[in-house]
């Protein structure tokens, strides 16, 4: 049997999605070929692609052992490590691969981008500046920069990149968007006449198309041309969304069914979570809140480190509750009966050890996810010494600040002005059933209070997070009230989900109505 013609067999059913097929394979060549590297990577990606990771783990560390010159058995090692929750593990792994990578500057910059995907973003930013003053005049590395710098805050940084990488490839749709982000561009400085060309030419594809409507959407924003500005996001939402299988649906039915399960009869239940001596806040809420600018206060304790946004919870939430079931591959509404009967200190304890590697040494640390407003009473059932604290703004300004992002990853409701109504309108639902059933264990922290009265209300915060107060958490000049009341810009074409709000009681309700919707 010749191997590497089976490992090609193998790896061309893989490509097109045969997993039985390539695993077919893969076992007969470690049958026959126990020690051969490429055959021990080949079952291990197949393995993984199984979602059979601790295997996958084993097989490729095997194949590291047989082969250590390669790196990439070290990055494909890493990301089977990151999927398990080893983060640490798998960071030391990519460091590895780092080192062995020698002088193949694509193998050093896949394993920046990998460093920076662990929030390691001094070791990513050193890794990507030795590579760039050896190939300055990578449009790609440029977009790379941009995206790090503007991740940690350094927007002027990553401004320059992005233009960089703009020069360098003109069609770069992703550099195009960061540029326009990260800077207000002025009647004298602004690029819309090269943005409109790019489009008009016609040769960009779905996506590309919806990133240059965004970036022209933001900089006629920033001119106050508001119905442009609108046109714009339109145009680009509808193709962003066009690139997406969602049915927010499916979404609003997994919400009812938590309120459903977690109702005032399983909180009357005594339930025994995890504590690990330390505090984890939880900032929560819809995106575009102002989770970042409460981070920002809370982080400035001496006692206090920031994790990001961790999906570690939900992740551990879904594992835990599929060993309770028979069937380990269901998600969805099943998952959420099965986990009413996890072990919640087990749960608990699972999310610590996953985030530990994020979460520094002080006693408290920051899990800023937006979403986690969806687990916020799971989460002080499992965690009893979390600290939730969700933060609100005008349900308005919220929608459209979600409206006209363009995300990363996550939020494929954002992209459709109904479905983001039909989504709001649940997670107020959620988040008014967990305090009816844990009254007083929520902070609501309103956005415009932190403008209008910034002491007061981050006094207000540190004392729920059972912090002592630090006058190092005031930064009055930190808060912007300029978008507050931007949606007004848009009354008539924000009309249709400002009614269904109206509609759902949204609106009369809401903790953060000041400032008339």
Same mark, same amino acid.
């Given at each position: 049997?010749?191997?590497?013609?089976?490992?090609?067999?193998?790896? /061309?059913?893989?490509?097109?999605?045969?997993?039985? &097929?390539?695993?077919?394979?893969?076992?007969?060549?470690?049958?026959?070929?126990?020690?051969?590297?490429?055959?021990?990577?080949?079952?291990?990606?197949?393995?993984?692609?199984?979602?059979?990771?601790?295997?996958?783990?084993?097989?490729?560390?095997?194949?590291?052992?047989?082969?250590? !010159?390669?790196?990439?058995?070290?990055? +494909?090692?890493?990301?089977?490590?990151?999927?398990?929750?080893?983060? #640490?593990?798998?960071?030391?792994?990519?460091?590895?691969?780092?080192?062995?990578?020698?002088?193949?500057?694509?193998?050093?910059? =896949?394993?920046?981008?990998?460093?920076?995907?662990?929030?390691?973003?001094?070791?990513?930013?050193?890794?990507?500046?030795?590579?760039?003053?050896?190939?300055?005049? &990578?449009?790609?590395?440029?977009?790379?920069?941009?995206?790090?710098?503007?991740?940690?805050?350094?927007? !002027?940084?990553?401004?320059?990149?992005?233009?960089?990488?703009?020069?360098?490839?003109?069609?770069? =749709? &992703?550099?195009?968007?960061?540029?326009? %982000?990260?800077?207000?561009?002025?009647?004298?400085?602004?690029?819309?006449?090269?943005?409109?060309?790019?489009?008009?030419?016609?040769?960009?594809?779905?996506?590309?198309?919806?990133?240059?409507?965004?970036?022209?959407?933001?900089?006629?924003?920033?001119?106050?041309?508001?119905?442009?500005?609108?046109?714009?996001?339109? !145009?680009?939402?509808?193709?962003?969304?066009?690139?997406?299988?969602?049915?927010?649906?499916?979404?609003?039915?997994?919400?009812?069914?938590?309120?459903?399960?977690?109702?005032?009869?399983?909180?009357?239940?005594?339930?025994?979570?995890? %504590?690990?001596?330390?505090?984890p806040v939880f900032i929560v809420g819809m995106p575009r809140t102002g989770s970042a600018l409460v981070e920002h206060f809370l982080?400035?304790? @001496?006692?206090?480190?920031?994790?990001?946004?961790?999906?570690?919870?939900?992740?551990?939430?879904?594992?835990?509750?599929?060993?309770?079931?028979?069937?380990?591959?269901?998600?969805?509404?099943?998952?959420?009966?099965?986990?009413?009967?996890? %072990?919640?200190?087990?749960?608990?304890?699972?999310?610590?050890?996953?985030?530990?590697?994020?979460?520094?040494?002080?006693?408290?640390?920051?899990?800023?996810?937006?979403?986690?407003?969806?687990?916020?009473?799971?989460?002080?059932?499992?965690?009893?010494? +979390?600290?939730?604290?969700?933060?609100?703004?005008?349900?308005?300004?919220?929608?459209?600040?979600?409206?006209?992002?363009?995300?990363?990853?996550?939020?494929?409701?954002?992209?459709?002005?109904?479905?983001?109504?039909?989504?709001?309108?649940?997670?107020?639902?959620?988040?008014?059933?967990?305090?009816?059933?844990?009254?007083?264990?929520?902070? /609501?922290?309103?956005?415009? %209070?932190?403008?209008?009265?910034? !002491?007061?209300?981050?006094?207000?915060?540190?004392?729920?997070?059972?912090?002592?107060?630090?006058?190092?958490?005031?930064?009055?000049?930190?808060?912007?009230?300029?978008?507050?009341?931007?949606?007004?810009?848009?009354?008539?074409?924000?009309? @249709?989900?400002?009614?269904?709000?109206?509609? #759902?009681?949204?609106?009369?309700?809401? @903790?953060?109505?000041?400032?008339?919707?």
């Open positions: 049997m010749d191997p590497y013609a089976q490992l090609k067999i193998g790896r /061309e059913h893989l490509a097109n999605g045969r997993i039985d &097929d390539a695993m077919e394979i893969a076992d007969e060549l470690l049958a026959a070929f126990p020690d051969n590297d490429a055959v021990l990577f080949f079952a291990g990606n197949i393995t993984a692609a199984a979602r059979r990771l601790p295997q996958a783990a084993v097989l490729i560390s095997k194949a590291i052992q047989v082969a250590p !010159e390669h790196a990439h058995y070290r990055i +494909a090692l890493a990301d089977v490590l990151a999927r398990l929750s080893s983060f #640490a593990a798998a960071h030391a792994t990519v460091l590895q691969a780092a080192e062995t990578a020698g002088d193949d500057l694509d193998m050093l910059q =896949t394993c920046a981008k990998y460093l920076s995907r662990l929030e390691d973003q001094e070791r990513a930013l050193a890794l990507f500046e030795e590579i760039l003053a050896r190939q300055p005049n &990578d449009a790609l590395l440029n977009l790379n920069m941009a995206t790090v710098h503007r991740s940690i805050g350094n927007m !002027e940084k990553a401004g320059e990149h992005a233009s960089r990488a703009i020069a360098l490839n003109p069609a770069m =749709t &992703d550099a195009i968007w960061v540029r326009s %982000d990260v800077r207000r561009v002025t009647a004298d400085d602004n690029h819309i006449a090269e943005i409109e060309a790019l489009i008009s030419d016609g040769n960009l594809a779905g996506q590309e198309r919806a990133r240059c409507y965004f970036a022209l959407a933001k900089e006629n924003e920033d001119l106050a041309r508001f119905q442009a500005a609108f046109d714009a996001l339109q !145009e680009g939402t509808r193709l962003q969304r066009q690139s997406l299988r969602y049915d927010v649906n499916v979404e609003v039915s997994r919400m009812e069914r938590i309120c459903q399960c977690y109702d005032k009869a399983f909180f009357a239940k005594e339930h025994k979570g995890h %504590d690990d001596g330390r505090t982080t400035a304790h @001496p006692d206090v480190t920031s994790a990001g946004e961790r999906n570690d919870f939900g992740t551990q939430f879904v594992r835990h509750s599929q060993r309770t079931m028979a069937r380990q591959d269901v998600e969805g509404n099943l998952v959420i009966e099965a986990s009413v009967n996890v %072990d919640f200190e087990q749960l608990g304890r699972a999310y610590l050890e996953a985030v530990s590697f994020f979460s520094g040494n002080t006693s408290h640390f920051i899990d800023k996810l937006p979403y986690n407003f969806l687990y916020a009473g799971i989460i002080r059932t499992a965690l009893p010494n +979390a600290k939730i604290v969700h933060v609100v703004r005008n349900p308005m300004d919220t929608c459209y600040a979600v409206y006209k992002a363009l995300f990363e990853r996550g939020y494929p409701f954002s992209y459709n002005l109904d479905e983001l109504a039909a989504y709001y309108i649940a997670y107020r639902q959620v988040m008014t059933h967990w305090n009816e059933v844990l009254p007083g264990q929520i902070h /609501e922290i309103r956005y415009e %209070d932190i403008v209008d009265d910034t !002491e007061t209300t981050i006094r207000a915060l540190v004392e729920h997070c059972g912090l002592d107060w630090n006058d190092a958490c005031l930064d009055p000049g930190a808060s912007d009230a300029s978008s507050i009341g931007m949606w007004k810009n848009y009354p008539d074409q924000l009309e @249709p989900p400002r009614k269904k709000l109206d509609d #759902a009681g949204v609106l009369q309700s809401s @903790p953060a109505k000041a400032r008339d919707p």
